[in-house]
T-cell receptor, first 113, second 117 residues
């Protein structure tokens, strides 16, 4: 079945460092891909999404490009801030049922000042 | 967007007892979802709850163990019955709404952290 493999954490960076969190997937068909973020004490929030190959999702300085050839959707940010400290989840929804999300394990990010 | 609250935020329960988790949304929604996030694992969908119909359970989850109520368009409950330590998890509810991205997206509650002794 469909699955998502996400880079293991925790990831610890200094402020203004470059961030990459790897995400690869296996799916039949053409899924939509998502990054969700969970800040401490808050619920999961959609950070960005991409619905077809070569789409780039972006939000709050984060970007991820839907790469069909490598089945990847890596999350990147050029300069992280302390406020980016959170857990990041990669997810996909299968083409036939956009409501059912398949999740990665989550990657915890801690940014130090 | 939606504001979703869950009660309780956390609980410690004894083996063999049951706990009912409440999910309240600040707007009317058709579809609500219940997820489980066990320690060190990803989120797993338990069931989809539409108002006015029986919940639809995913493989591996049954109504006797996880009964769900959906009495109106803003509220749902999930009961974890006859609990065992393996039920220790974070339980999340989510709703589907028209989001800022121009299509339906899921919004999540803060979760209920359950520990079963």
């Amino acid at each position: 079945g469909d699955s998502v493999t996400q880079m293991e954490g925790p990831v610890t960076l200094s402020e203004e460092a470059f961030l990459t969190i790897n995400c690869t997937y296996t799916a039949t068909g053409y899924p939509s891909l998502f990054w969700y973020v969970q800040y401490p004490g808050e619920g999961l929030q959609l950070l960005l999404k991409a619905t077809k190959a070569d789409d780039k999702g972006s939000n709050k300085g984060f970007e991820a490009t839907y790469r069909k050839e490598t089945t990847s959707f890596h999350l990147e940010k050029g300069s992280v801030q302390v406020s980016d400290s959170a857990v990041y989840f990669c997810a996909l929804s299968d083409a036939g049922n956009n409501r059912k999300l398949i999740w990665g394990l989550g990657t915890s990010l801690a940014v130090n000042p | 967007s939606a504001v979703i609250s869950q009660k309780p935020s956390r609980d410690i329960c004894q083996r063999g007892t049951s706990l009912t988790i409440q999910c309240q949304v600040d707007s009317q929604v058709t579809m609500m979802f219940w997820y489980r996030q066990q320690p060190g694992q990803s989120l797993t969908l338990i069931a989809t709850a539409n108002q006015g119909s029986e919940a639809t359970y995913e493989s591996g989850f049954v109504i006797d163990k996880f009964p769900i109520s959906r009495p109106n368009l803003t509220f749902s409950t999930l009961t974890v019955s006859n609990m065992s330590p393996e039920d220790s998890s974070i339980y999340l509810c989510s709703v589907e709404l028209w989001g800022a991205w121009g299509n339906n997206e899921q919004f999540f509650g803060p979760g209920t952290r359950l520990t079963v002794l």
